[in-house]
């Protein structure tokens, strides 16, 4: 978080960046847990989506 304003990351670094804050051991691999994170235009802002989901649950809002 860098004060609400937008930062700008590659998907390996906000991996990094998530996975920081998570107290606990993450396995990427095999994850009880999945951080689904999207960013979408609104007009000309852009904002982020983020779900907690089951692995299986990420599967059925994936886009095809």
Known sequence: EEGGSAVG???SEAVREI???V???VNLSN???VVYVRVIRMGLAKVASV?????HELES???R
């Open 51 to 55: 779900s907690i989901l089951k692995p």
């Open 9 to 11: 990351l590659s998907s």
């Open 61 to 63: 809002v994936s886009p």
């Open 23 to 25: 107290d606990r051991p």
């Open 31 to 33: 994850p009880d847990w």
């Open 19 to 21: 996975a920081s804050e």
